[in-house]
């Protein structure tokens, strides 16, 4: 293998400090020229296709629409920057995460706006393993984790598939192996969905014809079941059976799939999603039509079974009809028409009998009415309210009088004390009370009376008038 880039590196280091410097006066270089000169010097040290072993790191998924994939490769003591184009990064077959070890095709060029060597990739495979390998196991790792893969989720196949579906190519040996299972049965309808089953464009027309048939298998009468087949093959080959988007299409189908890919060693993610997995597509038809292997093993069974329950039900029919014919009612019918006139007059009694019964106790409840009625009558209740109300009366006359003698009494001892303190028995004891005459106001005071005013003295037994003379003078007491 020829030498590496850092080897080379190394080299070209060493013979350019061998080689005389150039004139300290030689023109000065540009940043372009100068990363020209070190593009040139790695083209023509470095081969212009090489292989690089490294594990992967700071992986960026694919961006908006563009599609490259930028990541770095490493090893123990160095790394270097990757760039795989869109066009080469579709063929890969696997997802590329951090951490895995691959192998490396493709050139080491100058990135000049960044000024930085990288590798640009043309291919990818991991190392250890296929890439085929690693990315089956990678896309039934993530399904698994999605439940896709769970029994509870897949469909049971019809007992007694009547309309089935091949889809498949009619040109392999997978159709005629279906074929010669299925057409021992020519009651079956058998449609073929035509398509490709290797090759790039396999996988996106398997799942469309899955879908298509989904959604109008109604048109057609309806479809019982789908047989997803093809025969065996490399594994580039099955590749199609492989693919995300056939696995989610036989997933969501509603009709119950049954896939017979490959041989009996070959495991598709198409059958470990399928609702049954048969090994091969001889086996997928026998699968499908199971039931109707031993359907007339089944009919006879069920024919002989049926035919001992008819001579059973004759059996009990006709004991039954002796018992009947051997009953009292046939022998002697008259005995019967007997009983019954006998019991048509126990109820006639009985009826009667109910019938007074009945009247005598309406006769008793009606009497109690009447007379439950009578004491409600108004003349009653007038007579009852018109006790009430004289003893209401008695009551109120009573209540009354004894009121009129006690505010008497009240009156009396406020008379006698009125006139205890009254001023009748003032002037009693001597005293007089002064007033003017005009307007019988009391003169409480000598300053109060004016020259010329007339007064009336009050005394016990009578009234004396008096004019003031001059208010000055000395008063007689």
């Given amino acids: 293998m020829t030498d590496g880039f850092f080897d080379t590196h190394a080299r070209l280091t060493s013979q350019r400090s061998a080689t005389a410097s150039p004139a300290p006066g030689g023109a000065p270089l540009t940043v372009t020229q100068l990363t020209k000169q070190?593009?040139?010097?790695?083209?023509?040290?470095?081969?212009?296709?090489?292989?690089?072993?490294?594990?992967?790191?700071?992986?960026?998924?694919?961006?908006?629409?563009?599609?490259?994939?930028?990541?770095?490769?490493?090893?123990?003591?160095?790394?270097?920057?990757?760039?795989?184009?869109?066009?080469?990064?579709?063929?890969?077959?696997?997802?590329?995460?951090?951490?895995?070890?691959?192998?490396?095709?493709?050139?080491?060029?100058?990135?000049?706006?960044?000024?930085?060597?990288?590798?640009?990739?043309?291919?990818?495979?991991?190392?250890?393993?296929?890439?085929?390998?690693?990315?089956?196991?990678?896309?039934?790792?993530?399904?698994?984790?999605?439940?896709?893969?769970?029994?509870?989720?897949?469909?049971?196949?019809?007992?007694?598939?009547?309309?089935?579906c091949l889809v498949t190519s009619r040109g392999t040996a997978a159709i005629q192996d279906m074929f010669k299972v299925?057409?021992?049965?020519?009651?079956?309808?058998?449609?073929?969905?035509?398509?490709?089953?290797?090759?790039?464009?396999?996988?996106?027309?398997?799942?469309?014809?899955?879908?298509?048939?989904?959604?109008?298998?109604?048109s057609i009468g309806g479809i019982d079941a789908i047989l997803l087949a093809r025969g065996g093959g490399s594994p580039e080959d099955l590749w199609a059976f492989n693919e995300e988007i056939v696995a989610r299409a036989v997933a969501e189908s509603e009709i119950p799939i049954v896939t017979g890919i490959g041989h009996e060693i070959d495991v598709s993610i198409a059958d470990l999603v399928a609702d049954h997995h048969a090994h091969t597509p001889t086996e997928a038809a026998q699968t499908v039509v199971a039931q109707?292997?031993?359907?007339?093993?089944?009919?006879?069974?069920?024919?002989?079974?049926?035919?001992?329950?008819?001579?059973?039900?004759?059996?009990?029919?006709?004991?039954?009809?002796?018992?009947?014919?051997?009953?009292?009612?046939?022998?002697?019918?008259?005995?019967?028409?007997?009983?019954?006139?006998?019991?048509?007059?126990?109820?006639?009694?009985?009826?009667?009998?109910?019938?007074?019964?009945?009247?005598?106790?309406?006769?008793?409840?009606?009497?109690?009415?009447?007379?439950?009625?009578?004491?409600?009558?108004?003349?009653?209740?007038?007579a009852l309210y018109s006790a009430r109300v004289a003893t209401i009366e008695q009551r109120l006359s009573k209540a009354m009088i004894d009121d009129r003698k006690r505010r008497t009494?009240?009156?009396?001892?406020?008379?006698?004390?009125?006139?205890?303190?009254?001023?009748?028995?003032?002037?009693?004891?001597?005293?007089?009370?002064?007033t003017t005459r005009k307007n019988g106001v009391p003169m409480r005071s000598a300053a109060d009376a004016k020259l010329g005013q007339t007064l009336v003295t009050r005394f016990a037994d009578g009234e004396v008038e008096s004019i003031v003379a001059d208010p000055k003078k000395p008063t007689l007491f």
């Avoid at 449609?191 to 959604?215: E, M, R, T």
């Avoid at 009809?321 to 046939?330: C, S, Y």
């Fill in 292 to 382: 109707w292997r031993s359907a007339d093993d089944e009919l006879g069974i069920t024919q002989t079974r049926l035919r001992r329950a008819m001579r059973q039900m004759i059996q009990d029919a006709r004991q039954r009809l002796t018992a009947i014919e051997r009953h009292e009612l046939f022998r002697r019918p008259m005995d019967m028409v007997n009983q019954l006139r006998q019991r048509l007059d126990d109820r006639e009694r009985a009826l009667a009998l109910g019938i007074s019964k009945s009247l005598a106790k309406r006769r008793s409840e009606l009497t109690q009415l009447e007379s439950r009625l009578t004491q409600r009558h108004p003349r009653h209740t007038i």
């Fill in 182 to 218: 299925l057409n021992r049965y020519p009651w079956l309808r058998l449609f073929v969905y035509d398509v490709p089953v290797q090759g790039g464009s396999a996988a996106p027309k398997i799942a469309a014809a899955i879908a298509h048939l989904n959604h109008e298998h109604e």
């Fill in 409 to 434: 009494v009240r009156l009396d001892a406020l008379q006698a004390h009125l006139n205890a303190v009254g001023p009748e028995q003032v002037l009693l004891r001597g005293y007089t009370i002064t």
């Fill in 38 to 164: 070190i593009e040139k010097a790695i083209k023509s040290g470095v081969p212009a296709s090489l292989s690089v072993r490294g594990e992967v790191s700071n992986y960026r998924p694919r961006k908006g629409g563009s599609g490259h994939l930028y990541f770095t490769m490493k090893d123990a003591a160095a790394c270097i920057d990757c760039v795989m184009w869109a066009d080469a990064a579709a063929a890969l077959k696997f997802t590329l995460t951090d951490g895995l070890e691959v192998l490396a095709s493709g050139r080491v060029g100058i990135y000049a706006d960044r000024g930085k060597y990288q590798l640009y990739v043309n291919s990818l495979s991991p190392m250890g393993k296929g890439a085929l390998e690693l990315a089956f196991q990678q896309l039934r790792a993530r399904l698994e984790k999605e439940g896709l893969f769970s029994p509870e989720r897949k469909k049971p196949l019809p007992v007694y598939p009547l309309r089935i």
